[in-house]
């Protein structure tokens, strides 16, 4: 599967993101997806993840109550809803899928997929 993440931007504190994973393919709902992002100068961090249903959801201590994540099998397109944005949000967002099994993945080495990333600012 080939995943583009769009819609990164640059928002003041306080402030709402969407975030749209669009992936090519007819199996899409046979993965695993996952938000995972990267500030400058740090390792790359996991976000949120979503089952193949989009049922079941996992997130990151520091994101959870404000950020949603969803998935529309029928629009092979996954979501991220960032609310209440803080400073320490910023950094590169990237979209990934894992066709493996499990119900949902936190960790960046088992998703096999990777979109090329979208930039996320959050002015103080």
């Known amino acids: 599967v080939q995943l583009q993440a769009s819609g990164g931007g640059l928002v003041q504190a306080g402030g709402s993101l969407r975030l749209s994973c669009a992936a090519s393919g007819r199996t899409f709902s046979s993965y695993v997806m996952g938000w995972f992002r990267q500030a400058p100068g740090k390792e790359r961090e996991f976000v949120a993840a979503?089952?193949?249903?989009?049922?079941?959801?996992s997130y990151a201590d520091s994101v959870k109550g404000r950020f949603t994540i969803s998935k529309d099998n029928a629009k092979n397109t996954m979501y991220l809803q960032m609310n209440s944005l803080k400073p320490e949000d910023t950094g590169v967002y990237y979209c990934?899928?894992?066709?493996?099994?499990?119900?949902?993945?936190?960790?960046?080495?088992?998703?096999?997929?990777w979109g090329q990333g979208t930039l996320v600012t959050v002015s103080s």
């Open positions: 979503i089952s193949r249903s989009g049922g079941i959801t």
């Open positions: 990934a899928a894992c066709a493996a099994g499990g119900t949902y993945h936190i960790r960046a080495t088992e998703y096999n997929c």
